[in-house]
């Protein structure tokens, strides 16, 4: 492993543990075994290795839904089983993080946020938006349903989540119990219904009890 991915790796570890903020160069460089000079020359600034940070984990969550999405397909899952298991993917992904990172991005480093995920957030965009163009293809959504508006609703969702969660008050599964899951009933079609009902029950983790205990299953 070259220096570069180590110091990567290394303050991947700390910033998700810790936040942000909470972590100094002087920490990473100790970890690291090299001076803050030589940090320093390899990153010039917190911002930057923050940026590589995050873009280095958005981009692996990513490769890995592509991936999943790719394999269910080829296997001839239907579209609302890979939604699920991307929602597993995602909490398991977010699970171990601290979440005051989500909202010291948003504070403290909005260039990053913006500027920096650009490209890796076209790419799952057009993931989505396909997903849920299957969907109602599929049968799954109703044939009245705006995907594009639902799309935007849903995103929107998951990042003002990110924003709940961070703050302490909620948790992740208070926000999919109240808002996703009740505006997955609203859109749906029964075939929808039955096909989200079958995908969850075959499940047997942490993050879905929560969903077969409010739907009743």
Do not use: W
Request: net charge positive; proline share 2%.
């Amino acid at each position: 492993m070259d220096l570069k991915a180590s110091i990567l790796n290394i303050a991947s570890r700390n910033f998700f543990q810790k936040g942000l903020r909470q972590v100094s160069m002087d920490e990473i460089a100790e970890q690291a075994g090299i001076s803050k000079r030589t940090l320093y020359e390899i990153y010039k600034s917190k911002e930057l290795l923050i940026a590589d940070v995050m873009c280095q984990t958005f981009d692996a969550t990513l490769s890995q839904m592509e991936n999943l999405v790719e394999d269910m397909e080829k296997r001839g899952c239907n579209t609302v089983e890979i939604l699920c298991h991307i929602y597993i993917l995602s909490r398991k992904f977010q699970e171990p993080i601290n979440k005051v990172i989500f909202d010291e991005l948003r504070k403290y480093y909005p260039e990053i946020n913006s500027r920096r995920f650009a490209h890796l957030q076209e790419r799952h965009d057009k993931l989505f938006r396909r997903l849920y163009l299957d969907c109602k293809a599929s049968g799954f959504i109703r044939e009245d349903i705006n995907t594009d508006l639902i799309f935007r609703l849903l995103k929107d969702l998951s990042d003002d989540k990110l924003g709940y969660v961070a703050s302490g008050q909620y948790t992740a599964t208070d926000i999919t119990s109240y808002l996703i899951v009740p505006l997955i009933r609203s859109i749906g079609t029964h075939k929808g219904h039955r096909a989200f009902f079958k995908a969850i029950q075959s499940f047997d983790d942490p993050y879905t009890k929560h969903l077969k205990n409010l739907l009743s299953l």
